[in-house]
């Protein structure tokens, strides 16, 4: 085991000792004039106020969880999740202190040289890309050495445990591997703070962004980011809380549970072996004696992902080494690509020098396929340099309504593509290596997370450099720069939600299948699952079909409760912000400043407020659902959810973005410009892609893994039958 573990705690320590050298990268450059200084300072204590706010509230309920894990299983339980929980959060605010330090350098070089910003804001996103999957790889390390003796295979069983209460009302003992509830735990607790991260830092950013837009923009005229507007500090501040911190906790948490799947897959075949069906699985592998290659097949998955971050390394140096500034989207996308490239040649190597054969390596690879192609079906659907932003721009031209109502159908015709390629990749995982072979499918289009997360962190350091220049009052050459920038990390930011919604795919998918070998009581359990819809139990069947209608449904309230939160925040906003400009005529002449502190303590506020519900929801429902209509119904309720959060992810990411890059697209000058009818009609359409974009559509694929791993970890609490019955 050891000589496994050794490479994967070098490549540990060379990510995040390579995430310290990016950030002294961004730290050696300048911040620039006093009024630059003054607004980063402002930019980063918003942040780091709500930051630490948000790790109080959360503080609190990770204690709750983890005293409740160690009461109904074992410490080393407990003790996982709150390392997944810790490092998560941890990712977040070392990419928020990278981000809220290169934001002015970035505008800084902008003033003189556009690569040199480039180069400044691509350091700073790498910072909390190899953070997100440095830190990840070295809490399952952590795991997998100081409890190695649960993961041996001489002792690796099925136990039962009678806990308190629970068994007396179930009137039997809970069954378990019991490291498999060890890794689940630690995905448990990133998934927990990936959604208050994504939901509370979603909801912030995008009111302080409408709200900002539609006084500011719509009704003063005032340009982005004017420093007039008192929720100027709120928005930059926002980009950080929400698309950087909450990007980091995401990621790591898709990152995690894409290599959970494969572990918690494997656990149980290599419990349930001398089952005739689960034989052939392993030996649709290549895999004849399981405990022979035990170790190799638990770490495997590891070592795959750590070649995933030499990739980026690569890739990254490539970018910020590249002297060509005329194309920079050229050289994200090139570096993505060169990322993908060379993590299929590392992870080729390792299933060569594994025992086992090719099959695993070919799901992968079409991983890694599905994540490029969905992610080039998200650029063409969202990037002004094709046909349908360019379009969209054209019909909001004609006025709002009929901009949004194109917005909306241009997201549903972009789920047709990403939905055929998933269901062909998936069908073809399965014919090439079962159940395993989908999960190896989300671990490959996520193996080089850190590639992903560094190009999409990239977008909001761009976003900030632009509203420090206009604060600044730097000249309009300046502006016109870090736009540029932005507006590549717009389309950029849609190809990384594209990774993360097509993952979770895979993820949940296979994370219910593993929910259904969580709850066997013993090895003999361990077989293929089946899932009856239609049964001659009436007990089950019509369980199963209900919970599906549940499962489809949970996304949709879900969703509403993001966009009612986004829309009475924003509320509370836009009306501070016309108050101070009643009470104070001197804002909007320049005489008299603004109370930006007002509106931060609004928007924080709220936002904290308002996450609650939602995560109450994603963590009380798989409860709900397991006890009142039993673990098949359960099993059901996961599948329907995970069809509905994919389209309408992916809807949601596609028509933001297009929304936010056609209103770009007017106000590089095309149908009037910035200040004419159709640019006031783009950003009222801005306004309604934004709580998509950037609240729900990334939201809804941590609120399905996040499901299903709650439901791994009490699968054996849950009753067989519906409890009327």
């Known amino acids: 085991m050891f000589e496994l573990v050794f490479p994967l705690t070098v490549v540990c320590a060379l990510a995040l000792l390579s995430s310290y050298v990016f950030n002294w990268n961004v730290a050696r450059h300048s911040s620039g004039n006093e009024k630059m200084r003054e607004l980063q300072k402002h930019i980063r204590e918003g942040a780091w106020t709500f930051m630490f706010e948000e790790a109080r509230v959360f503080s609190v309920v990770t204690l709750a969880i983890a005293i409740l894990l160690w009461f109904l299983f074992y410490w080393e339980v407990a003790f996982a999740f709150v390392l997944g929980a810790f490092l998560s959060m941890s990712a977040g605010f070392i990419g928020m202190h990278a981000a809220t330090l290169a934001n002015a350098k970035v ?38 050495v100081i409890f190695s003796s649960e993961f041996n295979p001489a002792t690796l069983t099925i136990e039962s445990k009678a806990i308190p209460f629970v068994s007396d009302i179930l009137g039997r003992q809970i069954n378990f591997i019991k490291a498999a509830l060890i890794v689940s735990a630690y995905s448990m607790g990133a998934s927990l703070v990936a959604l208050f991260d994504r939901v509370g830092g ?89 405990s022979a290659s035990h170790w190799w097949l638990l770490i495997a998955p590891l070592l795959i992902v750590a070649a995933g971050i030499i990739a980026t390394l690569i890739a990254l ?76 721009a054209e019909e909001t031209s004609a006025g709002a309504g009929i901009g949004i109502a194109g917005g909306m159908a241009l997201g549903m015709l972009s789920t047709f593509v990403p939905g055929v390629v998933l269901a062909l990749a998936i069908v073809l995982t399965y014919w090439l290596a079962g159940l395993i072979g989908i999960a190896y499918g989300a671990l490959g289009m996520l193996s080089f997370v850190a590639m992903t997360v560094s190009v999409d962190t990239y977008g909001p350091i761009a976003d900030n450099a632009g509203g420090i220049a206009q604060g600044a009052e730097l000249p309009e050459k300046v502006r016109k720069v870090t736009d540029r920038l932005d507006a590549i990390g717009n389309t950029t930011a849609a190809i990384g939600k594209g990774f993360a919604i097509g993952s979770a795919a895979f993820s949940a998918l296979a994370l219910t299948v593993a929910y259904m070998w969580s709850a066997a009581g013993s090895a003999g359990e361990v077989v293929i699952p089946t899932i009856e819809i239609l049964s001659s139990d009436a007990r089950i069947g019509g369980a199963v079909i209900a919970a599906l209608f549940l499962g489809a449904m ?88 995970l069809l509905s959060c994919m389209q309408l992810a992916v809807y949601c990411a ?72």
């Open 202 to 290: 979603g909801i912030y950013t995008k009111a302080a962004d409408m709200a900002a837009d539609l006084v500011g923009k719509a009704e003063e005229h005032l340009p982005e980011d004017d420093p007039r507007n008192p929720a100027t500090i709120a928005d930059n501040v926002g980009d950080n809380v929400g698309d950087v911190g909450g990007l980091g906790a995401d990621l790591l948490e898709s990152f995690v549970g894409s290599i959970i799947s494969v572990i918690v897959i494997y656990l149980y075949m290599y419990v349930g072996r001398a089952n005739p069906d689960i034989n052939g699985l392993l030996a649709q592998i290549g895999v004849s004696n399981p």
């Open 554 to 641: 949970i996304p949709y309230v879900f969703s509403a409760l993001l966009i009612q939160a986004v829309s009475e925040t924003a509320k509370k906003l836009v009306e501070e912000i016309k108050r101070q400009f009643k009470k104070f005529p001197g804002i909007l002449k320049g005489t008299h400043k603004a109370d930006y502190k007002k509106c931060i303590a609004i928007t924080s506020q709220s936002a904290l407020k308002k996450m609650v519900v939602p995560a109450i929801i994603a963590l009380s429902m798989p409860f709900i659902i397991g006890f009142l209509l039993g673990k098949y119904a359960l099993a059901g309720f996961l599948i329907g959810a």
């Open 107 to 144: 505008t800084n070089a902008a003033r003189s040289d556009v690569k040199k910003a480039f180069n400044i804001a691509i350091s700073g996103g790498a910072v909390m890309g190899l953070v997100v999957a440095g830190l990840a790889l070295t809490g399952l390390t952590i795991i997998l």
């Open 317 to 392: 140096v490539y970018m910020v080494l590249t002297k060509q500034a005329k194309d920079m989207q050229k050289i994200l996308m090139n570096g993505t690509r060169v990322s993908a490239i060379f993590t299929i040649i590392f992870a080729s190597a390792i299933i060569l020098f594994s025992p086992m054969n090719l099959n695993l390596f070919w799901c992968i690879l079409l991983g890694v396929a599905t994540g490029l192609i969905i992610g080039f079906v998200a650029e063409y659907y969202t990037s002004s340099k094709y046909k349908p932003v360019r379009k969209l």
């Open 654 to 725: 596609n028509t933001g973005g297009a929304l936010d890059n056609a209103k770009k697209y007017i106000e590089e000058g095309h149908y009037g410009g910035k200040g004419s009818e159709a640019h006031v009609a783009s950003v009222i359409g801005d306004t309604v892609g934004d709580p998509l974009k950037d609240t729900v559509g990334p939201s809804l694929d941590i609120l399905v893994k996040l499901m299903s791993v709650v439901s791994i970890l009490f699968a054996s609490l849950f009753p067989t039958y519906p409890i009327f019955f």
